[in-house]
């Protein structure tokens, strides 16, 4: 089949990186072509990957001015899209994330193909006027609603068409364990810079616990998305450690392409968000072989199975943080323990195959 993504992520997310593994997970039997917002910079990946793609100026409704601009740029990218899909012949359309409406108007234009579309955000993060807009004309218009993890499901109305689908470990190992010293105990944190990604939070529990372990070091890797606010958030955690003379042991790293090779250098990997609809980032340390302690906010609760493949806390609680932070580092049989049941459990529960039965159940349908 001709399979149509549209992602309006303006840089890499997680939410990108799961449509663009399942491009190149069934590219063997499907034709995939995106469209992404052509000042989006995930434009380069696509051609990295030989992936065909269309550019659309897509808008997302937000509080400001531009927003009674918002309908009349969607009936602009509906006639544009509607034309692209023509086209390109294609069979089935898939929303990456339900905030787009672009689908729904689709289908509205006459458009006679499948619709999927996915919630990858945890509805309650999002205002209620929004979310139940968002939901009604998902809803209504796709064929399927895909919720990718069970946080996100039983946030949704109940519906036939509504289900859940768990984004596959689409990985391969590469490199050995890249760890380079037993003096020190690495703590990454993986994620762009966006208030609510819990960086914050991982600075204050990181400065708790090195009062007591010295040997503790921290490394943030990430991007802002080209946004000042993220810019500014970055530049703010920054300067909390120049105040606190602890350059020598927090390191900020921009976004890197090596999540492998990031993964392993770490001893442990933190993520301590205020909501996650998964946590592609949990799910991929835990493969890796990397132990993981991340807050109870939704998704990560279905990728760690607690005090068995991971150590959880609740969200914003810096001391519990603190202290699971000493725990594994001050065990490293318990650290290689949590990675290796973790590699274990998600290699079973988000297997390819697994995937790949349900997802093509949908488009012969």
């Not at 955000?121 to 205002?127: L, R």
């Not at 946004?227 to 958030?233: C, S």
């Not at 770490?266 to 991929?284: H, Y």
Request: net charge neutral.
């Amino acid at each position: 089949m001709n399979i149509l993504i549209i992602d309006n992520s303006m840089a890499f997310t997680g939410a990108f990186k799961c449509a663009l593994s399942e491009a190149l997970l069934l590219s063997n039997k499907h034709k995939f072509t995106f469209i992404i917002h052509p000042n989006s910079k995930v434009k380069t990946i696509l051609e990295e990957k030989a992936i065909a793609y269309h550019t659309l100026e897509m808008m997302e409704i937000r509080k400001s001015p531009s927003l009674l601009l918002y309908p009349f740029i969607l009936l602009i990218n509906t006639y544009k899209l509607s034309r692209i899909v023509k086209h390109e012949q294609i069979d089935v359309v898939q929303m990456n994330d339900f905030y787009n409406l672009l689908g729904a108007m689709l289908k509205c234009f006459g458009y006679k193909g499948k619709l999927i579309t996915y919630v990858r955000f945890v509805p309650s993060a999002i205002p209620a006027p929004f979310r139940k807009l968002w939901t009604f004309f998902a809803q209504r218009f796709s064929d399927k609603v895909i919720a990718v993890s069970d946080t996100v499901l039983y946030q949704l109305p109940q519906k036939e068409n509504t289900i859940r689908i768990y984004d596959p470990v689409n990985l391969t190992e590469n490199i050995t364990s890249s760890k380079t010293s037993t003096d020190t105990i690495q703590l990454l944190y993986l994620a762009n810079y966006i208030h609510g990604k819990g960086q914050d939070y991982a600075l204050q529990a990181f400065i708790k616990a090195h009062q007591t372990n010295k040997q503790l070091r921290l490394k943030f890797v990430g991007g802002d998305m080209g946004l000042d606010k993220n810019r500014q958030f970055k530049q703010s955690l920054i300067q909390e450690v120049n105040k606190l003379q602890l350059n020598d042991v927090v390191m900020f790293a921009d976004f890197s392409s090596h999540i492998e090779a990031e993964i392993k250098a770490a001893d442990i990997l933190l993520n301590f968000s205020d909501s996650e609809s998964l946590s592609m980032t949990c799910l991929e340390a835990a493969y890796y072989g990397t132990a993981v302690i991340a807050a109870k906010c939704g998704g990560p609760e279905e990728v760690i199975e607690e005090n068995k493949t991971g150590l959880l806390v609740l969200v914003a609680d810096v001391p519990a943080m603190a202290n699971a932070i000493l725990t594994l580092a001050g065990n490293s049989s318990l650290r290689e323990q949590y990675a290796q049941a973790g590699k274990i459990y998600v290699s079973n529960k988000f297997s390819k195959e697994q995937f790949i039965q349900q997802f093509e159940a949908i488009l012969v349908a």
